[in-house]
């Protein structure tokens, strides 16, 4: 059975830091690309970072350059996303997800796997 399951979520202060995690059971993540999304209540889920595991490509949305970074564990299958000076925008529940092919996109019907969310709460 493919599970997605995110962890690392909490509370913090603005300008705080937190670490997401994604680990992932049932399949490898080579060939597939690891997205991050993010959502808040009465607005659509919108992408903000993904990987592609196999050659290690990136994206990131415009307003978490610089401040958030995605990476990879191969031999524990799992992504991160490292998101420091955190701003209450920011807040959001974040969900990691996953499909086959090595394209950089965030575009929620490309991803065929999808974990059940963590908790990002940025108080100001």
């Known amino acids: 059975e493919v599970q997605l399951v995110e962890s690392g979520g909490g509370l913090v202060q603005a300008g705080g830091s937190l670490r997401l995690s994604c680990a992932a059971s049932?399949?490898?993540?080579?060939?597939?690309?690891i997205g991050w999304f993010r959502q808040v209540p009465g607005k659509e889920r919108e992408g903000v970072s993904c990987i592609s595991v196999s050659d290690g490509n990136t994206y990131y949305k415009d307003s978490v350059k610089g401040r958030f970074t995605i990476s990879s564990d191969n031999a524990k299958n799992t992504v991160y996303l490292q998101m420091n000076s955190l701003k209450a925008e920011d807040t959001a529940v974040y969900y990691c997800a996953a499909f086959r092919g090595r394209i950089v996109v965030v575009i929620t019907s490309f991803y065929e796997y999808w974990g059940q969310g963590t908790q990002v709460t940025v108080s100001s």
């Open positions: 049932g399949f490898s993540f080579d060939g597939y690309t």
